[in-house]
T-cell receptor, first 115, second 114 residues
Framework: GAGVSQTPSNKVTEKGKYVELRCDPISGHTALYWYRQSLGQGPEFLIYFQGTGAADDSGLPNDRFFAVRPEGSVSTLKIQRTERGDSAVYLC?????????????FGSGTQLSVL | GESVGLHLPTLSVQEGDNSIINCAYSNSASDYFIWYKQESGKGPQFIIDIRSNMDKRQGQRVTVLLNKTVKHLSLQIAATQPGDSAVYFCAENAGGTSYGKLTFGQGTILTVHP
């Protein structure tokens, strides 16, 4: 079966623009996560969905960042008024359940470049 | 050891050697630890995990050791192969959360020479 799919794989935008990043989790996985990875760093937690609801959005840097998962499957990360500092790889992960020791399966990420 | 910014720790080994990658974690309340492998252009891939009530766990060619006293985690790879070349991250699940909210270390670059 397919793994976690993220589109686009690369996104180049200009400062101040709006972008949407899409994540298709593994079918049947109820938990979905967004992480952000800057160059030379480990991934950093942004937000966690259990089903349709954002159960923990404590990692979102500010109110320019927003994510949705309206039907409990596909998720979209939305960034308004992009800044150069938003440039990073945005990773999505899913897991079968929300359990602490449930394996997270990561997608290949979207490389966002803000010029 | 840990580095800042772009200067990731590096480990260079010959094919067939054993590799040991180390990680210091920060939160004494963490109760679950994972090692991930990340190849260029890909997301992190699960290698092995360990719960805080264990001090050693073995997988296929990999062993994770946990020393809670000094908050240290290590990954041992036996008979390292060129395909093992990647960046390796340790991650901890902070105690108190009942889901996969992970804190990742900065990573170690492993290069395996044929």
């Amino acid at each position: 079966g397919a793994g976690v799919s993220q589109t686009p794989s690369n996104k180049v935008t200009e400062k101040g623009k709006y972008v949407e990043l899409r994540c298709d989790p593994i079918s049947g996985h109820t938990a979905l996560y967004w992480y952000r990875q800057s160059l030379g760093q480990g991934p950093e937690f942004l937000i966690y969905f259990q089903g349709t609801g954002a159960a923990d959005d404590s990692g979102l840097p500010n109110d320019r960042f927003f994510a949705v998962r309206p039907e409990g499957s596909v998720s979209t990360l939305k960034i308004q008024r992009t800044e150069r500092g938003d440039s990073a790889v945005y990773l999505c992960a899913s897991s079968l359940t929300r359990a602490t020791n449930e394996k997270l399966f990561f997608g290949s990420g979207t490389q966002l470049s803000v010029l | 050891g840990e580095s800042v910014g772009l200067h990731l720790p590096t480990l260079s080994v010959q094919e067939g050697d054993n590799s040991i990658i180390n990680c210091a974690y920060s939160n004494s309340a963490s109760d679950y630890f994972i090692w991930y492998k990340q190849e260029s252009g890909k997301g992190p891939q699960f290698i092995i995990d360990i719960r805080s009530n264990m001090d050693k766990r073995q997988g296929q060619r990999v062993t994770v050791l946990l020393n809670k006293t000094v908050k240290h985690l290590s990954l041992q790879i036996a008979a390292t192969q060129p395909g093992d070349s990647a960046v390796y991250f340790c991650a901890e699940n902070a105690g108190g959360t009942s889901y996969g909210k992970l804190t990742f270390g900065q990573g170690t670059i492993l290069t395996v020479h044929p």
